[in-house]
């Protein structure tokens, strides 16, 4: 059978589009989602989801498995990327998976051993509200784990710590590594741009969801019962529009502040995706044609 493809990159280089253009191409392909945010049901707008057109036209995988106020972790979507991955094969049919979650698109693309959870240890750690203190602590405990993520990112800090003293091993002990690319069966092609037409694309999609009604999306989201999670909380354009609705903040200074944290964040992206040897890097601003004919299956 052939083996995967994996299409990434930063966020708004256009993965997806590609991704559907080669599957409207070939005909036997399956797409396999590796959004963090668009496996939660009802984030539609501010995630950039498949159109239900699009998703009645070719068969989307790993969209919508979760409501929003669950905590989706990287177990559950490696349990169901890999058993998404195995039925599209058994059928017969081809995989390409597409995201810009790092980390999801390693955990199906590498052999990785996903530790499990320890909702005790996980409830002491939510209790204490010093992130920078517990980010000290995860420095002392793992400072290889602590050392690959943002001191302020609250849900990958405690997420290492209970794994740390859950397991009585380091986090960054599990799997083969994130600092190690071993050979694998997945092609992977990255789409980049240059950072001036990228952070054109960021701002112009920012305002387009605001148009497309993002706000009143992410207001519906926060006032349902039982409300949105921790991680669906931090989604890049919830938590901003979440700022304006809860606490007040400027609805001009809440989209400013999406555009530039979705800048940053597609620099981190690129910084972790540059570190992949395995990637082959093309042009975005090519014909979409020719990028097809580039990753032909």
């Known amino acids: 059978m052939t083996a995967p493809l994996a299409?990434?990159?930063?966020?708004?280089?256009?993965?997806?589009a590609l991704a559907l253009a080669m599957a409207r191409a070939v005909g036997d392909v399956e797409l396999v989602s590796a959004d963090a945010m668009q496996v939660y049901r009802g984030m539609n707008i501010g995630t950039a989801k498949?159109?239900?057109?699009?998703r009645a036209e070719v068969p989307h995988h790993l969209i919508d498995v979760a409501e929003p106020s669950e905590d989706f972790s990287l177990a559950r979507f490696v349990e169901l990327g890999r058993a998404a991955l195995a039925d599209i094969e058994r059928r017969g049919r081809r995989a390409v998976i597409v995201g810009g979650t790092g980390l999801y698109v390693r955990g199906l693309v590498d052999a990785f051993e996903v530790p499990g959870q320890w909702p005790d240890v996980r409830a002491v750690l939510d209790a204490d509200s010093d992130t920078a203190g517990l980010h000290t602590r995860l420095v002392q405990l793992d400072p290889i784990a602590a050392g690959r993520m943002e001191p302020s990112n609250r849900r990958r800090v405690v997420r290492a710590l209970e794994v740390t003293l859950g397991s009585g091993r380091p986090f960054s002990s599990f799997?083969?590594?994130l600092g190690s690319y071993p050979p694998v069966a997945t092609r992977q092609v990255g789409l980049q741009l240059p950072w001036l037409v990228l952070d054109e694309r960021i701002e112009r999609r920012v305002h387009a969801m605001v148009s497309a009604g993002l706000i009143d999306e992410v207001r519906r989201l926060a006032t349902a019962s039982p409300g949105l999670s921790r991680t669906a909380?931090?989604?890049l354009g919830y938590r901003e529009l979440l700022e304006h609705i809860e606490g007040g903040t400027p609805l001009a200074s809440s989209v400013e502040a999406i555009i530039v944290r979705t800048r940053r964040?597609?620099?981190?992206?690129?910084?972790w995706f540059r570190?992949?040897?395995?990637i082959r890097w093309l042009d975005a601003q090519l014909d979409t044609e020719e990028l097809v004919?580039?990753?032909a299956l």
């Open 265 to 271: 964040f597609a620099r981190r992206q690129m910084r």
């Open 233 to 235: 909380r931090q989604a």
């Open 175 to 177: 799997g083969p590594g």
């Open 50 to 54: 498949p159109t239900l057109a699009e």
């Open 7 to 16: 299409i990434v990159g930063p966020t708004a280089t256009g993965q997806s």
């Open 293 to 295: 004919r580039s990753v």
């Open 275 to 278: 570190r992949d040897t395995r």
